[in-house]
């Protein structure tokens, strides 16, 4: 039998490798799990949003982006179409940042031609810098067609594609929504736990003067990280594409959730996010952005103070509540305008400081317990 050189060998091994690899993208891109190449009934969504809205983004037919966090969990596009008469996909995010969600705008601007945009603007995400998530995959959505290729050799993906074409596996449902005073209660209390241990943390490990000097500069630091988010993430791409809607939100946290704040003594920062919207109305005035709406619900109180009710926890809310929402969007209401946001600041504040004596969790007692620990 004829000895085959090693130098054969080498190269016997490098066909066969550069074969299999071949194979395993040919197989993935065929199955494509998150449906970046071709639309796919198969599997269903994924929950896991970074990836899948890359797939929706290409692969899908609209005229109508709702971009945002967990906030717009339920603005979807069926009831979209009923209350807006738009064929739209929503692209949300778990947490995500406004860093993010331009990203995730500028590729649905390099794929398609759409004529409205709707973007959520919450308080815990506009204070993130411009820092992406390190889970989010950069490569799915830059114009770089050979990084496509780590999605396509990826083991992940293959395994994903072996148990879709396969085993017939399909996407878990991200987990539904439980309302009611028991699950309400028990997310505040266990939140506040873990707020109150960093807080005593921070005590042990900061002088009190050093601790206020901190809280300030974070304030200020917040400030100048909320304007800049606005102007680079909401403002400069409404002005670059004045042929397209956009419509900016506050998302309607529930009214309890505010007397948060002044418990952990946040009070600042409220103050704060009334001038965010504040700037937010002077700074469209001042680019003469005809094309945007600014839509408040954080005073729509008919809803935002049924917190045992119409909410999982202090801030997410339920499918009645988006239907409220889009239900005023289509008439133009709740809109913030220079005519009526010191009105409706006042409003809230008067409101807000009603609630004191509204306690359905019991969580004065709570808290006193708590931090006396």
Not at 212 to 229: A, D, G, S, W
């Amino acid at each position: 039998m004829k000895d085959f050189p090693f130098k054969f060998w080498i190269i016997l091994l490098f066909i066969v490798s550069f074969l299999f690899i071949v194979l395993i993208v040919f197989f993935n891109y065929k199955v494509d799990p998150f449906q970046f190449y071709h639309k796919s009934n198969k599997a269903g969504f994924s929950s896991n949003d970074r990836f899948q809205n890359a797939g929706l983004i290409r692969s899908y037919d609209y005229d109508t982006v709702v971009i945002g966090s967990s906030i717009t969990k339920f603005l979807t596009p069926d009831r979209l179409k009923r209350k807006l008469n738009v064929k739209a996909i929503r692209l949300k995010i778990n947490g995500t940042s406004p860093s993010e969600q331009n990203i995730i705008l500028n590729t649905v601007l390099e794929h398609k031609k759409i004529k409205l945009v709707i973007m959520s603007i919450d308080d815990f995400g506009l204070k993130k810098k411009g820092k992406l998530s390190p889970k989010f995959p950069l490569y799915l959505y830059d114009k770089k067609i050979t990084n496509d290729l780590k999605y396509l050799i990826s083991s992940n993906t293959f395994i994903l594609s072996c148990g879709i074409e396969f085993l017939g596996y399909k996407f878990k449902e991200e987990t539904p929504y439980r309302y009611g005073k028991e699950f309400v209660c028990k997310h505040e209390k266990t939140r506040f736990k873990k707020v109150n241990k960093e807080k005593n943390q921070n005590k042990k490990n900061l002088k009190s003067k050093l601790k206020q000097k901190k809280n300030e500069k974070n304030l200020k630091e917040i400030k100048e990280v909320m304007r800049t988010n606005l102007e680079k993430y909401y403002l400069a791409n409404a002005k670059a594409h004045p042929e397209i809607e956009f419509y900016f939100f506050f998302p309607p946290y529930a009214s309890q959730s505010y007397l948060d704040y002044k418990q952990e003594k946040l009070e600042d920062y409220i103050s704060e996010w009334f001038n965010i919207k504040r700037y937010l109305l002077k700074r469209i005035k001042e680019l003469n952005l005809k094309n945007v709406k600014v839509f408040d619900f954080q005073d729509y109180f008919e809803l935002t103070d049924q917190v045992l009710i119409h909410y999982k926890d202090f801030v997410h809310y339920s499918p009645f509540i988006a239907e409220q929402m889009l239900d005023k969007i289509a008439k133009n209401k709740m809109l913030l305008t220079e005519s009526n946001i010191e009105q409706r600041i006042n409003n809230f504040t008067k409101h807000i400081n009603n609630l004191k004596d509204k306690d359905p969790c019991n969580l004065k007692d709570f808290y006193s317990k708590i931090e006396n620990k």
